[in-house]
């Protein structure tokens, strides 16, 4: 008990910063989504393929390899094509490496909630006088906002989850705190049980959470 009392602090300060690296990587990854899924629901073939190659590359691949491409794939390209030499900070690798692959899944968050809007509203926008991109941007995506955030509180959650496998480039959130704690007391059940529980009551809380706002979005409907 003394060693869980010991390090709870830490584990509690490194569940915050979990939190917050959740947080820029879904506010970042939504900026990328909203472009990815517009992308690919263009009539533009390049952007088309843009926006699905994104997606494809980014679903496709484990968060673990993506982690390692952008902290030490991406300062060896550096020095490959332009012979510069530097090293990523380790909260800016953990920033690009999350928002990338948040934005892959919200950008299939964004498509989905976009094509469940009834056609004829936009034909009905456009006989209104209305150029494409304006009822898209007046009629379409305000609706579809408001179907997409209940799938995006659970990518939160999803996100949030994810972030432990920055512990492998030393990244201090609370999987990784768990970890320098339990080497140096040995107390490894004790400490890892901690951090599920704190892990858990998150999740819990976030899901709860997501749930009274579902409940509350169907309500309005």
């Given at each position: 008990?003394?060693?869980?009392?010991?390090?709870?602090?830490?584990?509690?300060?490194?569940?915050?910063?979990?939190?917050?690296i959740?947080?820029i990587g879904?506010?970042?990854?939504?900026?990328?989504?909203?472009?990815?899924?517009?992308?690919?629901?263009?009539?533009?073939?390049?952007?088309?393929?843009?926006?699905?190659?994104?997606?494809?590359?980014?679903?496709?691949?484990?968060?673990?390899?993506?982690?390692?491409?952008?902290?030490?794939g991406?300062?060896?390209?550096?020095?490959?094509?332009?012979?510069?030499?530097?090293?990523?900070?380790?909260?800016?690798?953990?920033?690009?490496?999350i928002?990338?692959n948040?934005?892959?899944?919200?950008?299939?968050?964004?498509?989905?909630?976009?094509?469940?809007?009834?056609?004829?509203?936009?034909?009905?926008?456009?006989?209104?006088?209305?150029?494409?991109?304006?009822?898209?941007?007046?009629?379409?995506?305000?609706?579809?906002?408001?179907?997409?955030?209940?799938?995006?509180?659970?990518?939160?959650?999803?996100?949030?989850?994810?972030?432990?496998l920055?512990?492998?480039?030393g990244?201090?959130?609370?999987?990784?705190?768990?970890?320098?704690?339990?080497?140096?007391?040995?107390?490894?059940?004790?400490?890892?049980?901690?951090?599920?529980?704190?892990?858990?009551?998150?999740?819990?809380?976030?899901?709860r959470?997501?749930?009274?706002?579902?409940?509350?979005?169907?309500?309005?409907?």
């Amino acid at each position: 008990m003394e060693v869980i009392l010991h390090a709870l602090p830490l584990q509690i300060a490194g569940a915050g910063v979990s939190l917050l690296i959740t947080l820029i990587g879904v506010i970042l990854g939504s900026l990328l989504g909203l472009t990815a899924g517009l992308a690919r629901l263009s009539g533009n073939i390049l952007l088309r393929l843009f926006g699905t190659s994104y997606v494809d590359f980014f679903r496709g691949t484990p968060l673990f390899v993506q982690i390692m491409l952008v902290y030490f794939g991406i300062p060896r390209l550096a020095v490959l094509m332009f012979d510069v030499n530097f090293s990523l900070n380790v909260w800016v690798a953990s920033i690009i490496s999350i928002s990338l692959n948040s934005g892959a899944y919200i950008a299939e968050i964004f498509r989905a909630g976009v094509q469940s809007i009834e056609k004829g509203q936009i034909e009905a926008a456009r006989s209104l006088g209305m150029t494409k991109s304006q009822a898209m941007r007046y009629v379409i995506l305000p609706q579809a906002f408001k179907r997409v955030i209940p799938p995006m509180g659970n990518e939160f959650i999803a996100l949030l989850k994810d972030t432990s496998l920055l512990a492998v480039i030393g990244f201090e959130e609370l999987a990784r705190k768990t970890q320098l704690e339990a080497a140096r007391t040995y107390a490894t059940f004790e400490l890892w049980m901690t951090a599920a529980l704190i892990y858990l009551a998150m999740t819990f809380t976030f899901s709860r959470l997501v749930d009274k706002l579902e409940r509350r979005l169907k309500t309005g409907d």
